[in-house]
T-cell receptor, first 111, second 115 residues
């Protein structure tokens, strides 16, 4: 599975958009981009995933570049409850699912 | 819908003792995972079950760790004997499908401290 690179930490003001980047330059054609987050003392929580097209759900938007070598997770109006570690994971879309977590980005949302 | 249940939430043991963690996945989920998360790191997969069969246990330290999933529902992860470096949170996750875009649902984890 392709490796991902994320900044170790980011800050965001409450109410502003949080844009979390992820580099996955070695991604292959059948690999999806997944985002999970982990709030302190909880298990990881699924946010969103995509293959080629941009995706949006009630939690976030996922923007994938045309060459698929990088992506951005957007939290449109960050709240204090969005403070968490965000993991970008690349996972092939066939065969048994096995999420391989890196160290993620620690997002701190401040008042 | 009930989530993934894990117990105990916390456990403190001396090194060389044994410990067991229990996981009850979401009803109907065929795939079950055990992850180990050491402080400051991302979760690391230990073992993956599809129903009651093992799919991947390549990162399970088999000299001291064992896991089973009898009847394809509940699962138990055991450590015997425990070492100091086993101090971590043990996360159980389940998913409805093992292929394509199955979302993983995680429990809150069991925090182990080995003294």
């Amino acid at each position: 599975d392709a490796k991902t690179t994320q900044p170790p930490s980011m800050d965001c003001a409450e109410g502003r958009a949080a844009n979390l980047p992820c580099n996955h330059s070695t991604i292959s054609g059948n690999e999806y981009v997944y985002w999970y987050r982990q709030i302190h003392s909880q298990g990881p929580q699924y946010i969103i995933h995509g293959l080629k097209n941009n995706e949006t759900n009630e939690m976030a938007s996922l923007i994938i570049t045309e060459d698929r070598k990088s992506s951005t997770l957007i939290l449109p109006h960050a709240t204090l409850r969005d403070t968490a570690v965000y993991y970008c994971i690349v996972q092939r879309g066939t065969g048994f699912q096995k999420l391989v977590f890196g160290t993620g980005t620690r997002l701190l949302v401040s008042p | 819908e009930a989530g993934v249940a894990q117990s105990p939430r916390y456990k403190i043991i001396e090194k060389r003792q044994s410990v067991a963690f229990w996981c009850n996945p979401i009803s109907g989920h065929a795939t079950l995972y055990w992850y180990q998360q050491i402080l400051g790191q991302g979760p690391k997969l230990l073992i993956q079950f599809q129903n009651n069969g093992v799919v991947d246990d390549s990162q399970l330290p088999k000299d001291r760790f064992s896991a089973e999933r009898l009847k394809g529902v509940d699962s138990t992860l055991k450590i015997q004997p425990a070492k100091l470096e086993d101090s971590a949170v043990y996360l159980c996750a389940s998913s409805l499908a093992s292929v394509n875009t199955g979302e993983l649902f995680f429990g809150e984890g069991s925090r182990l401290t080995v003294l």
